[in-house]
T-cell receptor, first 118, second 118 residues
């Protein structure tokens, strides 16, 4: 299993440009999420999906779009990049289930994408 | 809304000694998960330990253990026999227990930078 993969690893954009950060997982997890990490802020949830065709906003969704057409892929789109979107972006996949009748949850992160908007 | 607080921006420990990282959280829920993640300079998010709120026994993983105080809403991480490879940012995180899906929201603290001195 490759786990969670993200591309690209690094990206520099000019203000106003658009781009898509790719995320894929091969663990057949229903849940996928996008986070951003800024210095001193920890990770903050941008958008998440609980299954193909279902997405919802997290804590900081403005300026980002997502879609989930397949279980495996969850791309994050920046339609018009702004300097405030300079950050490290993490994709994650997870599942919640029952193990022996008890709740269980696991989450796996991708390696991250460092995005700079000038 | 849930919040997670890590009151120690930085900590240091001598190699082979023990260190405890603090985490408190605020929630009105009774069922949830708590996590400690390690982020080394490679920026990969690595799960260190997980605690289900319904479990009274504190979780342990080799040299890592937690002190989970549900009533006090406290979730500290103890690292025994510290090693140079333990140097990293450590994040505490909270997730609601949500049966049948419907949401996926992890809330992270701002992190504690751990330095291990030889």
């Amino acid at each position: 299993n490759a786990g969670v993969t993200q591309t690209p690893k690094f990206q520099v954009l000019k203000t106003g440009q658009s781009m898509t950060l790719q995320c894929a997982q091969d663990m057949n997890h229903e849940y996928m999420s996008w986070y951003r990490q800024d210095p001193g802020m920890g990770l903050r949830l941008i958008h998440y999906s609980v299954g193909a065709g279902i997405t919802d906003q997290g804590e900081v969704p403005n300026g980002y779009n997502v879609s989930r057409s397949t279980t495996e892929d969850f791309p994050l789109r920046l339609l018009s990049a702004a300097p405030s979107q300079t950050s490290v972006y993490f994709c994650a996949s997870s599942y919640e289930g029952l193990a022996g009748g008890l709740a269980s949850y696991e989450q796996y992160f991708g390696p991250g994408t460092r995005l700079t908007v000038t | 809304a849930q919040t997670v607080t890590q009151s120690q921006p930085e900590m240091s420990v001598q190699e082979a000694e023990t260190v405890t990282l603090s985490c408190t959280y605020d929630t009105s829920e009774s069922d949830y998960y708590l996590f400690w993640y390690k982020q080394p300079p490679s920026r990969q998010m690595i799960l260190v330990i997980r605690q289900e709120a319904y479990k009274q026994q504190n979780a342990t993983e080799n040299r890592f253990s937690v002190n989970f105080q549900k009533a006090a809403k406290s979730f500290s991480l103890k690292i025994s026999d510290s090693q140079l490879g333990d140097a990293a940012m450590y994040f505490c995180a909270y997730r609601s227990y949500i049966p049948q899906g419907g949401s996926e929201k992890l809330v992270f603290g701002k992190g504690t930078k751990l330095t291990v001195n030889p």
